[in-house]
């Protein structure tokens, strides 16, 4: 039996209520599985994570995790119930050491913190050989190993992550893809956006195309990857 943790169907939102971003989007996410999000620029790709995060409330549609209807729930809700979040800009705190940033990620699970720190240290040898940098001082794929290690503080099953590659250097984006295949293998299971999008797919269960605010294709991550219209409309080609 299928184990669905994210079913989201005929979401629709919007960032003022006279315009709507997201047009009816279906989407699922089961358990174990890497699910990517690809499409054009302004597709509704990073609204779509907001407002199943709880960062934006839908017009109208469903949300339901594990069976439970948590559109409109807000964001703290949505951690508290195991979901963590990673965003694309501004998501390390730069002033703070990458040890205090980590701990900025367990306000809901104090009493496990130290142990769950322990362990993140172990998955990320070189968070731990730094952990008393200020985050403003590292390089960009050291900040977003931290922003992803701060969010896995909380000890969440599931984990959206928006654009985690965008502006890092081809080796800084083979490391970071390592440790979100890492990081599924270990049980989180991940709904990512990402501009990357054939590196993305090879790496997927199930795939995504959003286009103008809608489900412009769906399929498994090497279907899609493989589909000559997705290549000739949103990878750039064969």
């Known amino acids: 039996m299928i184990d669905r943790l994210i079913v989201v169907e005929e979401l629709r939102a919007g960032y003022t209520k006279d315009v709507e971003i997201l047009r009816g989007i279906d989407l699922e996410l089961d358990d174990g599985e890497l699910v990517t999000i690809i499409g054009p620029n302004g597709a509704g790709k990073s609204t779509l994570i907001k407002a199943i995060f709880g960062l934006l409330s839908p017009s109208s549609g469903s949300v339901l995790l594990r069976g439970q209807e948590v559109a409109g729930k807000r964001a703290h809700s949505m951690v508290a119930l195991g979901v963590g979040y990673v965003p694309q800009v501004r998501n390390v705190f730069p002033t703070l050491t990458i040890d205090e940033n980590l701990m900025m990620g367990a306000y809901l699970n104090r009493r496990g913190a130290s142990d769950q720190r322990k362990k993140l240290f172990d998955w990320f040898p070189l968070l ?19 922003a992803i290690a701060r969010a896995l503080m909380a000890d969440p ?75 000739e409309l949103y990878l750039g080609g064969t």
């Not at 959206?160 to 965008?166: F, G, N, R, T, Y």
């Open 128 to 146: 731990a050989a730094r952990r008393s940098t200020r985050a403003g001082k590292l390089s960009g794929g050291q900040r977003q190993l931290v």
């Open 157 to 231: 099953s599931i984990l959206l992550l928006d654009e985690p590659s965008a502006g890092l250097s081809p080796a800084n984006v083979d490391e970071i893809f390592h440790r979100i295949h890492e990081i599924k293998d270990r049980g989180v299971s991940i709904l990512m956006v990402e501009q990357n999008a054939r590196r993305a797919l090879a790496v997927s269960n199930r795939g995504y195309v959003l286009d103008q605010g809608t489900n412009a294709y769906t399929g498994s991550g090497r279907d899609l990857l493989h589909d000559p219209k997705v290549a």
